[in-house]
Protein backbone atom coordinates (compact mmCIF):
# COMPACT_ATOMS: atom_id res chain seq x y z
CA UNK A 1 0.00 0.00 0.00
CA UNK A 2 2.84 2.67 1.54
CA UNK A 3 4.51 1.29 -1.86
CA UNK A 4 1.62 2.12 -4.26
CA UNK A 5 0.94 5.81 -2.43
CA UNK A 6 5.01 6.31 -3.18
CA UNK A 7 4.61 5.28 -6.91
CA UNK A 8 1.80 7.70 -7.70
CA UNK A 9 3.08 10.36 -5.44
CA UNK A 10 6.76 10.16 -7.69
CA UNK A 11 4.46 10.10 -10.84
CA UNK A 12 2.85 13.30 -10.19
CA UNK A 13 6.23 14.92 -8.92
CA UNK A 14 7.70 14.25 -12.18
CA UNK A 15 5.20 15.07 -14.39
CA UNK A 16 4.81 18.35 -12.40
CA UNK A 17 8.47 18.88 -11.97
CA UNK A 18 8.75 17.95 -16.21
CA UNK A 19 6.01 20.89 -16.41
CA UNK A 20 7.76 23.41 -14.73
CA UNK A 21 10.93 21.99 -16.03
CA UNK A 22 9.64 22.62 -19.94
CA UNK A 23 8.32 26.23 -19.15
CA UNK A 24 11.33 27.66 -17.51
CA UNK A 25 13.42 25.84 -20.56
CA UNK A 26 11.18 27.07 -23.15
CA UNK A 27 12.39 30.53 -23.97
CA UNK A 28 16.06 28.50 -24.90
CA UNK A 29 13.51 26.00 -26.37
CA UNK A 30 11.69 28.15 -29.13
CA UNK A 31 14.84 30.01 -29.56
CA UNK A 32 16.66 26.96 -31.19
CA UNK A 33 13.35 25.92 -32.69
CA UNK A 34 13.22 29.50 -34.57
CA UNK A 35 16.49 29.25 -35.54
CA UNK A 36 15.37 26.10 -38.02
CA UNK A 37 13.02 28.00 -39.89
CA UNK A 38 12.93 30.76 -42.78
CA UNK A 39 11.65 33.96 -41.85
CA UNK A 40 8.36 33.65 -42.86
CA UNK A 41 7.67 30.62 -41.13
CA UNK A 42 9.48 32.36 -37.90
CA UNK A 43 6.76 34.84 -37.59
CA UNK A 44 3.95 32.69 -39.11
CA UNK A 45 0.51 33.00 -37.17
CA UNK A 46 -0.83 31.27 -35.31
CA UNK A 47 2.82 29.95 -34.37
CA UNK A 48 4.38 26.95 -35.94
CA UNK A 49 6.22 24.74 -33.57
CA UNK A 50 7.36 21.56 -34.95
CA UNK A 51 5.45 20.92 -38.83
CA UNK A 52 8.19 23.53 -40.64
CA UNK A 53 10.47 22.74 -43.13
CA UNK A 54 13.83 22.72 -41.23
CA UNK A 55 16.69 24.93 -43.18
CA UNK A 56 20.33 25.43 -41.80
CA UNK A 57 20.01 28.60 -44.09
CA UNK A 58 20.22 31.45 -40.74
CA UNK A 59 23.50 29.46 -40.05
CA UNK A 60 24.84 30.15 -43.16
CA UNK A 61 23.86 33.77 -43.63
CA UNK A 62 24.85 34.69 -39.78
CA UNK A 63 28.50 33.32 -40.65
CA UNK A 64 28.61 34.86 -44.09
CA UNK A 65 27.00 38.29 -43.18
CA UNK A 66 28.54 39.16 -39.58
CA UNK A 67 31.49 36.89 -39.66
CA UNK A 68 30.66 35.04 -36.42
CA UNK A 69 33.97 33.01 -36.11
CA UNK A 70 35.88 35.91 -35.29
CA UNK A 71 33.53 37.28 -32.42
CA UNK A 72 33.69 33.62 -31.18
CA UNK A 73 37.35 33.32 -31.67
CA UNK A 74 37.65 36.76 -29.35
CA UNK A 75 34.64 35.77 -26.87
CA UNK A 76 37.41 32.09 -26.30
CA UNK A 77 40.00 34.70 -25.91
CA UNK A 78 38.89 36.57 -24.00
CA UNK A 79 37.03 34.40 -21.53
CA UNK A 80 40.10 31.61 -21.57
CA UNK A 81 42.80 34.33 -21.52
CA UNK A 82 41.49 35.83 -18.07
CA UNK A 83 40.52 32.39 -17.09
CA UNK A 84 43.79 30.94 -17.15
CA UNK A 85 45.60 34.25 -16.13
CA UNK A 86 43.70 34.66 -13.21
CA UNK A 87 44.13 30.66 -12.21
CA UNK A 88 48.09 31.35 -12.47
CA UNK A 89 48.02 34.69 -9.85
CA UNK A 90 45.25 32.99 -7.63
CA UNK A 91 47.00 29.38 -7.35
CA UNK A 92 49.68 30.16 -5.47
CA UNK A 93 47.54 32.77 -2.96
CA UNK A 94 44.81 30.15 -2.39
CA UNK A 95 47.76 27.42 -1.59
CA UNK A 96 49.68 30.19 0.78
CA UNK A 97 46.23 30.85 2.86
CA UNK A 98 44.80 27.47 2.76
CA UNK A 99 48.84 25.42 3.78
CA UNK A 100 50.83 28.35 6.04
CA UNK A 101 47.51 30.57 7.21
CA UNK A 102 48.21 33.47 9.43
CA UNK A 103 46.20 36.02 11.60
CA UNK A 104 45.53 37.81 8.78
CA UNK A 105 44.23 35.44 6.46
CA UNK A 106 40.49 35.81 6.96
CA UNK A 107 41.05 39.40 6.80
CA UNK A 108 42.66 39.37 3.20
CA UNK A 109 40.23 36.87 1.84
CA UNK A 110 37.37 38.90 2.57
CA UNK A 111 38.53 41.99 1.29
CA UNK A 112 39.41 39.93 -1.78
CA UNK A 113 35.61 39.73 -1.68
CA UNK A 114 35.01 43.53 -1.24
CA UNK A 115 36.48 44.33 -4.36
CA UNK A 116 34.01 41.62 -6.43
CA UNK A 117 31.20 43.75 -4.61
CA UNK A 118 32.55 47.41 -6.03
CA UNK A 119 29.68 48.36 -8.71
CA UNK A 120 31.24 48.57 -12.65
CA UNK A 121 29.87 51.43 -13.00
CA UNK A 122 31.25 53.42 -10.22
CA UNK A 123 34.30 53.13 -11.71
CA UNK A 124 33.57 53.05 -15.53
CA UNK A 125 35.24 56.39 -16.46
CA UNK A 126 38.55 55.88 -14.80
CA UNK A 127 38.95 52.65 -16.46
CA UNK A 128 37.59 53.63 -19.88
CA UNK A 129 40.13 57.16 -19.55
CA UNK A 130 42.75 54.18 -18.68
CA UNK A 131 41.74 52.48 -21.55
CA UNK A 132 41.98 55.14 -23.72
CA UNK A 133 45.66 56.49 -22.59
CA UNK A 134 47.14 52.95 -22.44
CA UNK A 135 45.33 51.99 -26.17
CA UNK A 136 43.87 49.48 -24.87
CA UNK A 137 40.30 50.05 -25.64
CA UNK A 138 38.68 48.02 -28.19
CA UNK A 139 41.99 45.28 -27.59
CA UNK A 140 40.90 41.92 -26.82
CA UNK A 141 44.46 42.20 -24.54
CA UNK A 142 42.30 44.78 -21.96
CA UNK A 143 39.44 43.05 -21.34
CA UNK A 144 41.45 40.03 -20.47
CA UNK A 145 43.21 42.09 -17.97
CA UNK A 146 40.34 43.56 -16.87
CA UNK A 147 37.98 40.18 -16.96
CA UNK A 148 40.94 38.87 -14.99
CA UNK A 149 40.69 40.99 -12.27
CA UNK A 150 36.79 41.45 -12.05
CA UNK A 151 36.85 37.01 -11.00
CA UNK A 152 40.37 37.15 -9.79
CA UNK A 153 37.95 37.37 -6.13
CA UNK A 154 36.29 34.45 -6.92
CA UNK A 155 38.94 32.59 -8.29
CA UNK A 156 40.73 32.86 -5.26
CA UNK A 157 37.93 32.00 -3.06
CA UNK A 158 37.18 28.76 -5.64
CA UNK A 159 40.59 27.40 -4.55
CA UNK A 160 41.05 28.31 -1.68
CA UNK A 161 37.86 26.17 -0.35
CA UNK A 162 39.07 23.28 -2.49
CA UNK A 163 42.86 23.28 -1.49
CA UNK A 164 41.36 23.77 2.38
CA UNK A 165 40.11 19.95 2.11
CA UNK A 166 43.93 18.90 1.85
CA UNK A 167 44.61 17.04 4.52
CA UNK A 168 47.79 19.28 5.48
CA UNK A 169 49.33 15.99 6.94
CA UNK A 170 49.90 14.74 3.19
CA UNK A 171 51.93 17.63 2.92
CA UNK A 172 53.55 17.24 6.05
CA UNK A 173 54.57 13.49 5.41
CA UNK A 174 56.06 14.60 1.88
CA UNK A 175 58.10 17.27 3.14
CA UNK A 176 59.11 14.57 5.80
CA UNK A 177 60.29 12.87 3.24
CA UNK A 178 62.66 15.35 1.80
CA UNK A 179 60.36 17.01 -0.89
CA UNK A 180 61.31 20.41 -1.63
CA UNK A 181 58.44 23.34 -1.90
CA UNK A 182 58.51 23.09 -5.96
CA UNK A 183 58.29 18.83 -5.37
CA UNK A 184 55.66 19.10 -2.97
CA UNK A 185 53.36 21.51 -5.03
CA UNK A 186 53.92 19.60 -8.35
CA UNK A 187 54.02 15.95 -7.35
CA UNK A 188 51.67 16.25 -4.24
CA UNK A 189 49.38 19.31 -4.31
CA UNK A 190 48.43 19.53 -7.98
CA UNK A 191 47.07 16.04 -8.46
CA UNK A 192 44.90 16.25 -5.76
CA UNK A 193 44.18 19.50 -6.13
CA UNK A 194 43.19 18.94 -10.19
CA UNK A 195 39.38 18.74 -9.76
CA UNK A 196 39.34 21.31 -7.85
CA UNK A 197 40.89 23.20 -10.32
CA UNK A 198 39.20 22.41 -12.94
CA UNK A 199 35.81 23.11 -12.06
CA UNK A 200 37.35 26.73 -11.10
CA UNK A 201 38.01 27.00 -14.45
CA UNK A 202 34.84 26.18 -15.90
CA UNK A 203 32.65 28.38 -13.71
CA UNK A 204 35.09 31.37 -14.38
CA UNK A 205 35.12 30.59 -18.15
CA UNK A 206 31.63 30.54 -18.42
CA UNK A 207 31.25 34.18 -16.03
CA UNK A 208 33.72 35.61 -18.09
CA UNK A 209 32.06 34.30 -21.35
CA UNK A 210 28.60 36.00 -20.21
CA UNK A 211 30.36 39.28 -18.90
CA UNK A 212 27.58 42.10 -20.26
CA UNK A 213 28.71 45.00 -18.87
CA UNK A 214 32.72 45.56 -19.66
CA UNK A 215 32.70 44.13 -23.04
CA UNK A 216 29.97 45.96 -24.24
CA UNK A 217 31.31 49.41 -22.96
CA UNK A 218 35.05 48.74 -23.82
CA UNK A 219 34.74 47.09 -27.47
CA UNK A 220 34.10 47.96 -30.78
CA UNK A 221 34.95 46.25 -33.63
CA UNK A 222 38.16 44.56 -33.11
CA UNK A 223 37.94 42.89 -30.22
CA UNK A 224 34.13 42.65 -29.35
CA UNK A 225 32.99 39.05 -27.81
CA UNK A 226 29.60 37.38 -28.86
CA UNK A 227 27.89 39.43 -26.29
CA UNK A 228 28.41 42.67 -28.48
CA UNK A 229 27.77 40.71 -31.12
CA UNK A 230 24.68 39.77 -30.00
CA UNK A 231 24.12 43.49 -29.14
CA UNK A 232 24.19 44.31 -32.25
CA UNK A 233 20.96 43.36 -33.44
CA UNK A 234 18.97 45.11 -30.59
CA UNK A 235 18.78 47.85 -33.44
CA UNK A 236 15.20 48.03 -34.68
CA UNK A 237 15.82 47.05 -38.51
CA UNK A 238 17.42 43.85 -37.43
CA UNK A 239 14.16 42.42 -36.80
CA UNK A 240 15.17 38.83 -38.14
CA UNK A 241 13.46 36.75 -35.62
CA UNK A 242 15.63 33.45 -37.57
CA UNK A 243 18.87 35.19 -37.75
CA UNK A 244 18.60 36.62 -34.49
CA UNK A 245 17.66 32.83 -33.49
CA UNK A 246 20.67 31.54 -34.90
CA UNK A 247 22.95 34.11 -33.86
CA UNK A 248 21.97 33.65 -30.47
CA UNK A 249 22.14 29.83 -30.22
CA UNK A 250 25.73 29.85 -31.73
CA UNK A 251 26.23 32.20 -28.91
CA UNK A 252 24.75 30.27 -26.11
CA UNK A 253 25.05 26.26 -27.07
CA UNK A 254 29.14 26.55 -25.82
CA UNK A 255 28.36 27.79 -22.42
CA UNK A 256 25.23 25.42 -22.33
CA UNK A 257 27.66 22.62 -22.79
CA UNK A 258 30.05 23.60 -20.49
CA UNK A 259 27.58 25.24 -18.15
CA UNK A 260 25.89 21.79 -17.07
CA UNK A 261 29.23 20.00 -16.17
CA UNK A 262 29.78 23.19 -13.56
CA UNK A 263 26.10 23.36 -11.91
CA UNK A 264 27.65 21.58 -9.11
CA UNK A 265 30.47 24.21 -8.45
CA UNK A 266 28.31 26.88 -9.22
CA UNK A 267 26.86 26.85 -6.22
CA UNK A 268 29.95 26.65 -4.33
CA UNK A 269 31.68 29.53 -6.36
CA UNK A 270 29.36 31.79 -6.78
CA UNK A 271 27.76 31.92 -2.86
CA UNK A 272 32.15 32.05 -2.01
CA UNK A 273 31.86 28.63 0.16
CA UNK A 274 28.88 29.99 2.22
CA UNK A 275 26.69 26.87 0.71
CA UNK A 276 27.81 23.69 -0.34
CA UNK B 1 54.75 24.00 11.83
CA UNK B 2 54.64 27.07 10.11
CA UNK B 3 58.14 28.52 9.64
CA UNK B 4 59.84 31.95 9.32
CA UNK B 5 60.58 30.71 6.11
CA UNK B 6 57.88 29.02 4.83
CA UNK B 7 55.74 32.22 6.07
CA UNK B 8 57.65 34.70 3.73
CA UNK B 9 57.16 32.31 0.77
CA UNK B 10 53.55 32.55 1.57
CA UNK B 11 53.37 36.14 1.60
CA UNK B 12 55.64 35.76 -1.69
CA UNK B 13 52.93 34.07 -3.39
CA UNK B 14 50.08 36.14 -2.11
CA UNK B 15 52.01 39.05 -3.42
CA UNK B 16 50.67 39.15 -7.46
CA UNK B 17 47.03 38.80 -6.26
CA UNK B 18 47.12 41.12 -3.53
CA UNK B 19 48.94 43.53 -5.31
CA UNK B 20 46.94 43.60 -8.20
CA UNK B 21 43.21 43.35 -6.61
CA UNK B 22 44.91 46.30 -4.71
CA UNK B 23 45.37 48.28 -7.49
CA UNK B 24 41.89 47.36 -9.19
CA UNK B 25 40.37 49.24 -6.47
CA UNK B 26 42.10 51.79 -5.07
CA UNK B 27 43.21 53.76 -9.17
CA UNK B 28 39.85 54.01 -10.53
CA UNK B 29 38.39 54.31 -7.12
CA UNK B 30 40.75 57.51 -5.97
CA UNK B 31 40.03 58.60 -9.67
CA UNK B 32 36.61 58.72 -9.44
CA UNK B 33 36.70 60.24 -6.35
CA UNK B 34 38.78 62.99 -8.44
CA UNK B 35 36.23 63.35 -10.47
CA UNK B 36 33.45 63.86 -8.73
CA UNK B 37 34.33 66.77 -7.04
CA UNK B 38 34.99 68.35 -10.35
CA UNK B 39 32.95 70.18 -13.46
CA UNK B 40 34.77 67.86 -16.19
CA UNK B 41 32.95 67.71 -19.74
CA UNK B 42 35.73 65.66 -21.51
CA UNK B 43 33.58 67.11 -24.93
CA UNK B 44 32.31 70.60 -23.80
CA UNK B 45 35.80 72.32 -22.60
CA UNK B 46 37.50 69.61 -20.07
CA UNK B 47 38.36 69.89 -16.73
CA UNK B 48 36.46 73.62 -15.73
CA UNK B 49 37.98 73.23 -12.01
CA UNK B 50 37.05 72.19 -8.37
CA UNK B 51 33.91 72.13 -7.68
CA UNK B 52 32.85 70.69 -4.11
CA UNK B 53 30.30 68.55 -3.09
CA UNK B 54 28.44 70.44 -5.81
CA UNK B 55 28.16 67.38 -8.58
CA UNK B 56 26.77 65.31 -5.44
CA UNK B 57 23.61 67.69 -4.93
CA UNK B 58 23.11 68.26 -7.86
CA UNK B 59 23.25 64.54 -9.20
CA UNK B 60 20.81 63.68 -6.16
CA UNK B 61 18.50 66.96 -7.20
CA UNK B 62 18.33 66.22 -10.31
CA UNK B 63 14.86 65.31 -11.91
CA UNK B 64 15.90 61.67 -13.00
CA UNK B 65 17.68 60.88 -9.28
CA UNK B 66 14.45 59.89 -7.33
CA UNK B 67 12.67 57.63 -10.51
CA UNK B 68 15.76 56.37 -11.26
CA UNK B 69 16.07 55.20 -7.34
CA UNK B 70 12.39 54.21 -7.48
CA UNK B 71 12.92 52.24 -10.54
CA UNK B 72 16.22 50.58 -9.19
CA UNK B 73 14.37 49.36 -5.97
CA UNK B 74 11.24 48.20 -8.09
CA UNK B 75 13.44 45.94 -10.33
CA UNK B 76 15.51 44.67 -7.44
CA UNK B 77 12.53 44.22 -5.08
CA UNK B 78 10.51 42.18 -7.64
CA UNK B 79 13.24 39.97 -8.68
CA UNK B 80 14.17 39.18 -5.20
CA UNK B 81 10.63 38.45 -4.09
CA UNK B 82 9.74 36.18 -7.83
CA UNK B 83 13.13 34.71 -7.76
CA UNK B 84 12.86 33.25 -4.10
CA UNK B 85 9.51 32.66 -3.43
CA UNK B 86 9.14 30.24 -6.61
CA UNK B 87 12.78 29.16 -5.95
CA UNK B 88 11.92 27.71 -2.48
CA UNK B 89 8.73 26.16 -3.98
CA UNK B 90 10.78 24.84 -6.86
CA UNK B 91 13.56 23.22 -4.64
CA UNK B 92 11.24 21.65 -2.61
CA UNK B 93 9.45 20.06 -5.59
CA UNK B 94 13.09 19.18 -7.40
CA UNK B 95 13.99 17.55 -3.94
CA UNK B 96 11.02 15.25 -4.32
CA UNK B 97 12.02 11.70 -5.34
CA UNK B 98 11.36 11.82 -9.23
CA UNK B 99 12.41 10.23 -12.58
CA UNK B 100 14.85 12.08 -14.51
CA UNK B 101 16.03 14.46 -11.67
CA UNK B 102 19.26 14.75 -13.50
CA UNK B 103 17.95 15.95 -16.37
CA UNK B 104 15.04 18.30 -14.98
CA UNK B 105 17.87 20.18 -12.52
CA UNK B 106 19.98 20.61 -16.03
CA UNK B 107 17.33 22.44 -17.68
CA UNK B 108 16.07 24.01 -14.67
CA UNK B 109 19.49 25.80 -14.12
CA UNK B 110 19.91 26.36 -17.93
CA UNK B 111 18.33 30.17 -18.01
CA UNK B 112 21.29 31.12 -16.07
CA UNK B 113 24.01 30.36 -18.42
CA UNK B 114 22.59 32.43 -21.22
CA UNK B 115 24.51 35.84 -21.68
CA UNK B 116 22.57 38.85 -20.56
CA UNK B 117 22.45 40.09 -24.01
CA UNK B 118 20.94 37.06 -25.80
CA UNK B 119 17.75 36.70 -22.92
CA UNK B 120 16.96 39.89 -23.30
CA UNK B 121 16.70 40.10 -27.16
CA UNK B 122 14.92 36.46 -26.65
CA UNK B 123 12.57 38.08 -24.57
CA UNK B 124 11.97 41.57 -26.45
CA UNK B 125 11.68 39.91 -29.82
CA UNK B 126 10.31 36.57 -30.02
CA UNK B 127 7.91 36.74 -26.76
CA UNK B 128 7.23 40.61 -26.49
CA UNK B 129 7.07 41.79 -29.53
CA UNK B 130 3.57 43.56 -29.99
CA UNK B 131 2.85 41.70 -33.23
CA UNK B 132 4.89 38.97 -33.98
CA UNK B 133 5.74 37.94 -30.62
CA UNK B 134 4.86 34.68 -28.90
CA UNK B 135 3.10 36.38 -25.95
CA UNK B 136 0.98 38.84 -28.48
CA UNK B 137 -0.08 35.15 -30.27
CA UNK B 138 -1.16 33.75 -26.76
CA UNK B 139 -3.09 36.82 -26.10
CA UNK B 140 -4.96 36.76 -29.30
CA UNK B 141 -5.80 33.30 -29.20
CA UNK B 142 -7.85 34.45 -26.27
CA UNK B 143 -9.31 37.24 -27.93
CA UNK B 144 -6.88 39.82 -26.22
CA UNK B 145 -5.77 42.96 -27.21
CA UNK B 146 -1.40 42.15 -27.89
CA UNK B 147 0.20 44.02 -25.34
CA UNK B 148 3.65 46.24 -26.12
CA UNK B 149 5.58 44.89 -23.38
CA UNK B 150 8.32 47.02 -23.34
CA UNK B 151 6.58 49.99 -23.82
CA UNK B 152 3.22 49.83 -21.67
CA UNK B 153 4.83 47.26 -19.16
CA UNK B 154 8.52 48.13 -19.31
CA UNK B 155 8.95 48.02 -15.59
CA UNK B 156 7.20 44.28 -15.08
CA UNK B 157 8.71 43.14 -18.68
CA UNK B 158 12.03 43.48 -17.56
CA UNK B 159 11.55 42.16 -13.85
CA UNK B 160 10.00 38.76 -15.81
CA UNK B 161 13.47 38.65 -17.81
CA UNK B 162 15.67 39.40 -15.12
CA UNK B 163 13.67 36.77 -12.81
CA UNK B 164 13.78 34.13 -15.33
CA UNK B 165 17.67 34.60 -15.28
CA UNK B 166 18.18 34.32 -12.05
CA UNK B 167 15.39 31.63 -10.67
CA UNK B 168 18.03 28.96 -11.51
CA UNK B 169 20.67 30.64 -9.28
CA UNK B 170 18.26 30.51 -6.02
CA UNK B 171 16.37 27.49 -7.04
CA UNK B 172 20.02 25.73 -6.79
CA UNK B 173 21.50 27.00 -4.07
CA UNK B 174 18.28 26.50 -2.20
CA UNK B 175 17.71 22.68 -3.75
CA UNK B 176 21.72 22.62 -2.54
CA UNK B 177 20.58 23.62 1.57
CA UNK B 178 17.35 22.12 0.98
CA UNK B 179 19.12 18.65 0.45
CA UNK B 180 21.28 19.02 3.43
CA UNK B 181 17.98 18.79 5.74
CA UNK B 182 17.46 15.74 8.03
CA UNK B 183 14.91 13.77 6.13
CA UNK B 184 14.39 12.04 9.66
CA UNK B 185 13.11 15.59 11.51
CA UNK B 186 10.74 15.68 8.70
CA UNK B 187 9.28 12.02 8.78
CA UNK B 188 9.55 12.01 12.88
CA UNK B 189 6.90 15.75 12.74
CA UNK B 190 5.10 13.75 9.97
CA UNK B 191 4.51 10.93 12.05
CA UNK B 192 3.24 13.14 14.85
CA UNK B 193 0.87 14.17 12.42
CA UNK B 194 2.15 17.91 11.50
CA UNK B 195 0.46 19.24 8.81
CA UNK B 196 2.68 20.15 5.40
CA UNK B 197 2.13 23.68 5.95
CA UNK B 198 3.40 23.73 9.78
CA UNK B 199 6.06 21.52 9.03
CA UNK B 200 7.19 23.66 5.72
CA UNK B 201 6.97 27.14 8.29
CA UNK B 202 8.78 25.43 11.42
CA UNK B 203 11.21 22.72 9.91
CA UNK B 204 12.11 23.50 6.71
CA UNK B 205 12.06 27.40 6.58
CA UNK B 206 14.15 27.90 9.56
CA UNK B 207 16.48 25.51 8.24
CA UNK B 208 16.69 27.73 4.70
CA UNK B 209 16.67 30.90 6.39
CA UNK B 210 20.68 31.00 5.81
CA UNK B 211 20.37 30.00 2.48
CA UNK B 212 17.49 32.18 1.45
CA UNK B 213 19.80 35.44 3.34
CA UNK B 214 22.87 34.58 1.16
CA UNK B 215 20.77 34.05 -2.47
CA UNK B 216 19.00 37.83 -1.31
CA UNK B 217 22.06 39.40 -0.74
CA UNK B 218 24.58 37.99 -3.46
CA UNK B 219 21.54 39.35 -5.96
CA UNK B 220 20.92 42.23 -4.80
CA UNK B 221 24.58 42.97 -5.60
CA UNK B 222 23.98 41.90 -9.21
CA UNK B 223 20.73 43.02 -9.35
CA UNK B 224 21.53 46.52 -8.55
CA UNK B 225 24.37 46.77 -11.47
CA UNK B 226 21.92 45.01 -13.95
CA UNK B 227 22.99 46.55 -17.41
CA UNK B 228 22.32 44.75 -20.82
CA UNK B 229 19.00 43.93 -19.85
CA UNK B 230 18.01 47.03 -20.31
CA UNK B 231 20.59 48.32 -22.75
CA UNK B 232 19.29 46.05 -25.59
CA UNK B 233 15.27 46.27 -24.24
CA UNK B 234 14.45 49.92 -23.26
CA UNK B 235 17.85 51.68 -23.30
CA UNK B 236 16.67 53.16 -19.76
CA UNK B 237 13.42 54.64 -21.40
CA UNK B 238 9.90 54.16 -20.23
CA UNK B 239 10.89 54.56 -16.69
CA UNK B 240 13.06 51.47 -16.56
CA UNK B 241 16.40 53.93 -15.78
CA UNK B 242 17.90 52.45 -13.00
CA UNK B 243 20.51 54.32 -11.26
CA UNK B 244 23.63 51.97 -12.66
CA UNK B 245 22.06 52.68 -16.17
CA UNK B 246 21.39 56.61 -15.40
CA UNK B 247 25.16 56.87 -14.49
CA UNK B 248 26.13 55.17 -17.66
CA UNK B 249 24.18 57.81 -19.33
CA UNK B 250 25.82 60.85 -17.41
CA UNK B 251 29.48 59.23 -18.12
CA UNK B 252 29.32 57.89 -21.34
CA UNK B 253 26.24 59.30 -23.33
CA UNK B 254 26.00 62.78 -22.39
CA UNK B 255 30.20 62.88 -21.00
CA UNK B 256 29.27 64.75 -18.00
CA UNK B 257 31.87 62.82 -15.78
CA UNK B 258 31.76 64.61 -12.95
CA UNK B 259 28.28 64.17 -12.36
CA UNK B 260 28.23 60.47 -13.13
CA UNK B 261 31.06 59.71 -11.30
CA UNK B 262 29.40 61.43 -8.08
CA UNK B 263 26.82 59.26 -8.99
CA UNK B 264 29.22 56.33 -9.14
CA UNK B 265 30.26 57.19 -5.59
CA UNK B 266 26.59 56.69 -4.41
CA UNK B 267 26.26 53.80 -5.88
CA UNK B 268 29.67 52.35 -4.52
CA UNK B 269 28.27 53.49 -1.08
CA UNK B 270 25.03 51.52 -1.69
CA UNK B 271 26.75 48.53 -2.97
CA UNK B 272 29.00 48.51 0.52
CA UNK B 273 26.36 48.70 2.67
CA UNK B 274 24.87 45.74 1.20
CA UNK B 275 28.03 43.88 1.07
CA UNK B 276 29.12 44.73 4.70
CA UNK B 277 25.83 42.38 5.33
CA UNK B 278 27.18 39.50 2.96
CA UNK B 279 30.58 39.02 4.52
CA UNK B 280 29.23 38.95 8.06
CA UNK B 281 28.04 35.84 6.89
CA UNK B 282 30.57 34.60 5.12
CA UNK B 283 33.25 35.48 7.50
CA UNK B 284 31.40 33.47 9.59
CA UNK B 285 30.90 30.31 7.56
CA UNK B 286 35.26 30.64 7.31
CA UNK B 287 35.53 30.19 11.06
CA UNK B 288 33.53 27.31 11.10
Redesign the interface.
Given at each position: MARAV?TR??SL??A???A???L??F??L??IL?SFKTEAQ??A???LFLNFNWTLENYAIVQERSDYMRFLWNSVIIAGGSTILGVI??V??A???A??P?KRT?D???W????K??????????????FIRLGLLDTRGGLVVVLM?IN??II?WMLYTYFREIPGEIL?AARMDGAT?KEEILYVLTPMAIPGIASTVLLNF?LA??E??WT??LTAVDAAP???F??S??SPEG?F?AK??AA?TM??AP??I???FS?KQ??RG??????? | MATQHSRSVARLMMAPAVVLLLGWMLVPLTMTLYFSFKKYLPLRGGDLGWVGFDNYVRFVSSSSFWPAVQATLVIVGGVLVITVVLGILLAMLLDQPMWGQGVVRILVIAPFFVMPTVSALVWKNMFMDPVNGLLAHLWRFFGAEPISWLSEASMTSIIMIVSWQWLPFATLILLTAIQSLDSEQLEAAEMDGAPVLKRFYHIVLPHLSRAITIVILIQTIFLLSIFAEIFVTTGGAFGTRTLTYLIFQRVLESQNVGLGSAGGVYAIILANIVAIFLMRIVGKNLDA
Open positions: TCKNTLAWIRLIFPIWTIAISPPIAPAWAMFVSKILLMLSTMLPAVGVLYPIYLLLLPVELIWNAFLNLTAIAYSLFLSSAIILLGWQLVLTFGAVK | -
